[in-house]
């Protein structure tokens, strides 16, 4: 699976779109750009996927570039409860397939 | 909604103790995983299971071994555990399709002393 780069931390302030960036220059044309978040004593819970389409969803939207070496996750509007560790994964999808996870962005949404 | 329960949110055992801990889901999910979790090393894949009585070695198996017996249930056993297998540990299914996300449970901190 093609490694993911995001930075440590974020800040946001709520209400405000928080937008979350994750590099993946060795992305290969079959893989698949996942997001997770975990709160703080939960486990990580599924936001959303693509794989060159821009994605929305009732929880994010996903914008990939062109070239697929970056995407950028994004919360509209961002509220308290969005405080998180957001990890970006790429994987090749297939109905056998694992993830593994990075650091991570940890994103402080405040009032 | 899918539900990824598991059996102890806390869990307090002495070295050498045999280990069970237990993990369903309740939407018939082929795959299942067991994750440990601990600061600065993120998540880690200790094994998973894509049907009844099939397992995989994840990333850092050693150490504990797993049991598939019934399709909602994945058990993962540290057979004599040790101080650096406390760990928050984290078990969640999937089906087995494409795209589809994995659901976690909530986890078990385990402490070993």
């Known amino acids: 699976d093609a490694k993911t780069t995001q930075p440590t931390s974020m800040d946001c302030a709520e209400g405000r779109a928080a937008n979350l960036p994750c590099n993946h220059s060795?992305?290969?044309?079959?893989?698949?750009v996942y997001w997770y978040r975990q709160i703080h004593s939960q486990g990580p819970q599924y936001i959303i996927h693509?794989?060159?389409n821009n994605e929305t969803n009732e929880m994010a939207s996903l914008i990939i570039t062109e070239d697929r070496k970056s995407s950028t996750l994004i919360l509209p509007h961002a509220t308290l409860r969005d405080t998180a560790v957001y990890y970006c994964?790429?994987?090749?999808?297939?109905?056998?397939?694992?993830?593994?996870f990075g650091k991570g962005t940890m994103l402080l949404v405040s009032p | 909604d899918v539900k990824v329960t598991q059996s102890s949110r806390y869990l307090v055992k002495r070295t050498g103790e045999k280990v069970f801990l237990e993990c369903v889901q309740d939407?018939?999910?082929?795959?299942m995983f067991w994750y440990r979790q601990d600061p600065g090393l993120g998540l880690r894949l200790i094994y998973f299971?894509?049907?009844?009585?099939?397992?995989e070695k994840g990333d850092i198996p050693e150490g504990y071994s797993v049991s598939r017996e019934k399709k909602e249930r994945f058990s993962l056993i540290l057979e004599s555990a040790s101080t650096n297998q406390t760990s928050m540990y984290l078990c969640?299914?999937?089906?087995?399709?494409?795209?589809?996300?994995?659901?976690f449970g909530n986890g078990t901190r385990l402490t070993v002393t």
């Open positions: 060795t992305i290969s044309g079959n893989e698949y």
């Open positions: 994964i790429v994987r090749v999808d297939s109905g056998y397939s694992t993830l593994t």
């Open positions: 693509g794989l060159k």
């Open positions: 939407m018939d999910h082929e795959n």
């Open positions: 969640a299914s999937s089906l087995r399709t494409l795209y589809s996300p994995l659901h």
């Open positions: 299971s894509y049907d009844v009585k099939m397992k």
